[in-house]
């Protein structure tokens, strides 16, 4: 990403009236249906993205340097010293961990979510589609496992306690779970950031992985920028306090929990971007398709 700042955009913190806020649903809900499509609930796809999923699979890219031994001994949980492993093994190991923890939580989300034929509310349908997108993004993870070398990479099984965890945290009431919502959206797009910046450094002795990884990638983080302001859009004055004083213990834990993140990430660094993100830090090629909410670009 560009690191020149452009002027023009406001803090994804930035208040935002409830009027405002419902405008900026429905211009939401009209950007997600143009660029997903239909939704193929049985499938938990989007015709749109199936279609650049099938298009990309259509023309693979392979490693010629496969990681398997050492990404099928450490993926699950660490049992190398993970400062002995080198950093592409780091990259694919961390990537799984962070993508199933997705997983848990979009699966147990779905459940518990209308359907698109069922929804009687805006939000409801915005969200519908919302989890559809994550579980393409679920795919497109998986395509990048293929592209080093690793076929067949699978989510496992939800672990009990967690899918229960998950399954009331699902049915908690709106204004609840507005603010965590968010942080983890916001806490997801620093990290897609930051792997698109280390790409070079990780797979640059094979550009053509490096720019299928990229733009399969890129792929997921248009989505998940749309996302952070779908979620700040979400919350009121009070949800937008409540977010500000999660980031920092919502890092801490998410981060905590996972060995290779210190290796790879200055997280502090990145808890630090999340409270100070605006859009002016997104390069104009993610920026131009994806989404921000109205109060979050500055008026001339
Ligand atoms: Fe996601
Ligand atoms: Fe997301």
Partial sequence: ??????????????????????????????????????????????????????????????????????????????????????????????????????????????????????????????????????????????????????????????????????????????PLVAPPAFVSELMGLTVYLRLDAMLDDIVGDEPDVRDRIRELLRAIMTDELSHVGERRNFMGPLGLRAARLMVRPMFRAFFGGIPEAPLLFDTRQMRQDAVAFDYGTIGPDVLGVSWVPSYCIARP
């Fill in 1 to 174: 990403m560009s690191s020149v700042h452009r002027p023009g955009r406001r803090s994804i913190f930035s208040p935002a009236t409830a009027r405002e806020r419902e405008a900026n649903f429905e211009s939401y809900w009209l950007y997600q249906q143009g660029r997903d499509g239909e939704i193929l609930e049985g499938a938990k796809d989007l015709s749109e993205k199936r279609k650049s999923l099938a298009r990309l699979r259509a023309n693979p890219v392979r490693t010629r340097r496969p990681v398997a031994e050492a990404f099928h001994r450490n993926y699950l949980t660490m049992r190398d010293d993970p400062r002995s492993l080198d950093r592409r093994t780091l990259l694919l190991t961390f990537l799984y961990k962070f993508a199933r923890h997705e997983w848990i939580g979009i699966s147990a989300a779905w459940d518990a979510t209308p359907t698109l034929a069922r929804a009687k509310y805006l939000i409801d349908k915005i969200s519908r589609y919302h989890l559809a997108e994550e579980f393409c993004h679920m795919r497109l993870f998986q395509e990048m496992f293929r592209t080093f070398g690793l076929e067949g990479v699978e989510w496992g099984p939800l672990p009990r306690r967690t899918k229960r965890l998950y399954g009331v945290f699902a049915r908690l009431p709106g």
